[in-house]
């Protein structure tokens, strides 16, 4: 074999590298950004689970208030309830879920309250007249928004 000829089979040989190693360095790519997608994915799939698993239990703490609410005072029962929905709050509170604050009276705040009724009274806005479920908050995002009877100014159209 010729010096020119070993040198064109040199540089061949040198272009495959480079293509293979491009190839590799895709490959190695590739594998990284489907590795970083599944770990997203899996965190979105434990996220969502999650979420789906604190709505079914913010209807147990849901019933727990509404069994506070219409049992009479002295009844047995009630220090019991009382202590259970205090115990799944806590739990709640724990895992980064809080009842969002709202108060009678307070401004209507479409981002975190969905208004289920509403009436025209003596207000200058629209404000929250009556609680009835409470809202909450995971991590710092909105679980369910709180759900509130909205009291309009005069003028206003009612809900």
């Not at 009479?72 to 009630?78: I, K, V, W, Y």
């Not at 309250?113 to 409470?134: D, F, K, L, P």
Request: net charge negative; proline share 5%; glycine share 6%.
């Amino acid at each position: 074999m010729s010096l020119g000829e070993c040198q064109v089979a040199l540089d061949a040989a040198r272009q495959e590298a480079a293509e293979l190693r491009d190839k590799y360095l895709r490959a190695e790519a590739e594998i990284e950004n489907t590795r970083k997608r599944a770990e997203r994915d899996a965190a979105a799939q434990v996220m969502r689970r999650l979420r789906d698993f604190s709505a079914r239990l913010l209807d147990v703490a849901d019933n727990l208030e509404r069994a506070l609410a219409h049992a009479p005072e002295g009844d047995a029962l009630r220090p019991g309830v009382r202590a259970t929905l205090q115990l799944l709050q806590a739990a709640l509170r724990q895992e980064g879920i809080v009842p969002i604050p709202v108060e009678i009276g307070a401004p209507f705040d479409p981002q975190l309250h969905e208004a289920v009724g509403g009436y025209t009274s003596n207000v200058t806005r629209e404000s929250v007249a009556e609680i009835t479920q409470t809202g909450y908050t995971f991590e710092g995002q909105l679980l369910r928004p709180a759900r509130v009877v909205v009291a309009l100014p005069e003028g206003a159209n009612e809900s």
